[in-house]
């Protein structure tokens, strides 16, 4: 996550991960896997950044788990000190 928030320019401040499990009706995973392969669209942008900044090794049907990500732009100093790394 760190990688992808610096290309964007932004420094990661604060993320959590939100989750309806628990407070709706369970669903096996292969049944979610047939239901997301039939019904859910292909993430043609999505997928190539979870590839490549998260290590997915799929193409995705469903999208990404919900996370709530605060970020902050980079001050001019933190981004010269970032490149030297």
Known sequence: ???FLAELGLELVWYKYLTS???RTPLPIAKFGKLAR???PKQL???PI????FGQKHL???TLDDYVILAKKY???QVKQHKMY
Do not use: F, I, V, W
Request: hydrophobic content about 25%; overall charge negative.
């Open 50 to 53: 979870l590839q490549q900044y």
């Open 38 to 40: 039939e019904k859910l």
């Open 21 to 23: 499990t628990g407070s």
């Open 45 to 47: 942008y999505m997928s």
């Open 75 to 77: 001050d001019n100093l």
């Open 60 to 62: 995705s049907d469903d």
């Open 1 to 3: 996550m760190h990688e």
